[in-house]
């Protein structure tokens, strides 16, 4: 956990993102949600990766959605602008809850996201207080998936959905390091689709099928390259980024891992 912590935190975060929108042009008095976008979406493929999760899951304006490993809210925010909802972050590491909330503020989305610290595997709320609970790009750094599944159901109502967008182990082969959410093997905790959709059985959950979404990761990096957004994923990981972008782009080519996206409902009461 510590591992953990101590790979994403970063001083000054908030500041260096405003530094780099305002050396692009951008006013921070006017700024959208969409110009954060390439920085607060800390996920392969994205924004178009949470459309695509969010085309399948059926939120509605008055829904409760809870997003865990929240980052610095990029997923939250797409959740709550899209939708109408309010959307509650969690994440381990303060200084990404700080911006988070910082983000939110800059774009008017105080009232619609709000942003707390907090444990995936102890999380700070009641039984079945959520209806839609989502985990984007955080099962990589917990071992115990089993417990992480039990602790995401026991938050979801009954009747409610847990929708799941990991980097999830698709083949053989070693990983080299660092990785965007791992600065060594210690910290890296890979499981297939079938382990995930086990573990959901285990909780109590109903899974679907898992879809692998690396098209549209795919279409979404070219995308990039074409349209650079003004702010990206260097600014949130510093001088490390293009050797951790490496390695996962190597893995995703050699097969070895690929982003999936899994939904489970967990039954009426
Ligand atoms: C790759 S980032 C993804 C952030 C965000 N979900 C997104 O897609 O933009 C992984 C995040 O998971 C958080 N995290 C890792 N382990 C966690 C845990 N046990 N509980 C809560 N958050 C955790 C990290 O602090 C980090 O913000």
């Known amino acids: ?51 695509a999760l969010l085309a399948d899951l059926g939120v509605k304006a008055g829904s409760r959605v809870l997003d865990v490993g929240c980052g610095i809210g990029g997923a939250a925010r797409t959740i709550a602008c899209s939708t109408g909802c309010s959307v509650t972050g969690v994440d381990l590491t303060s200084a990404f809850v700080a911006t988070a909330r910082d983000l939110s503020a800059a774009v008017g ?50 009747g409610g959905t847990v929708a799941i967008y990991d980097i999830m182990r698709v083949g053989e082969g070693d990983l080299g390091f660092p990785m965007p959410w791992a600065s060594s093997a210690s910290a890296s905790f890979l499981a297939s ?40 994923l260097s600014h949130l990981m510093g001088e490390n980024w293009p050797a951790m972008f490496a390695n ?4 995703l080519g050699a097969g070895v891992v690929s982003p999936t996206q899994l939904i489970a409902h967990r039954p009426p009461a």
């Open 1 to 51: 956990m510590d591992n953990t912590r101590e790979h994403y935190q970063q001083a000054g975060l908030t500041d260096r993102i405003y530094s780099e929108l305002v050396s692009a042009g951008h006013e921070l008095d006017s700024l959208h949600p969409d110009d954060l976008a390439g920085v607060d979406e800390f996920h392969l493929g994205g924004r178009m990766a949470t459309d």
């Open 109 to 158: 989305m105080a009232d619609t996201t709000t942003f707390r610290e907090g444990n995936g595997l102890d999380l700070p709320f009641a039984d079945a207080e959520f209806d839609v609970v989502v985990m984007l790009h955080v099962g990589m750094n917990i071992d115990d998936k089993g417990a992480l599944m039990k602790e995401l159901a026991r938050v979801a109502a009954p």
């Open 193 to 232: 689709p079938n382990d995930y959709r086990s573990a959901m059985v285990d909780a109590g959950l109903e899974p679907h099928e898992a879809i692998d979404r690396l098209e549209l990761v795919r279409t979404a990096l070219a995308t990039a390259s074409e349209h650079p957004p003004p702010v990206d």
């Open 248 to 251: 996962l782009r190597a893995a």
